[in-house]
């Protein structure tokens, strides 16, 4: 069964809403979330909501490199 929408969140695994205290990315995150919800997708959408980590860390996790 395929999810009816699905956002896309280029962060590291474990953090998708952003850094521990990070008010203004988390926000940011669940806003663009909503924003995409409101709007009419066909089932099994994966939409990009164009949120992006800072450094690397999520390309390394990709590879499981050390950190």
Avoid: N
Wanted: charge should be positive; aromatic fraction near 4%; proline fraction near 6%.
């Amino acid at each position: 069964m395929k999810p009816s929408l699905a956002c896309f969140v280029g962060h590291p695994f474990g953090l998708t809403l952003g850094a521990v205290s990070d008010k203004a990315t988390q926000r940011r995150v669940v806003q663009g979330c909503l924003r995409e919800a409101e709007r009419d997708h066909p089932a099994g959408t994966i939409v990009d909501v164009g949120c992006r980590w800072p450094d690397d860390r999520r390309e390394r996790q990709l590879r499981k490199e050390a950190h």
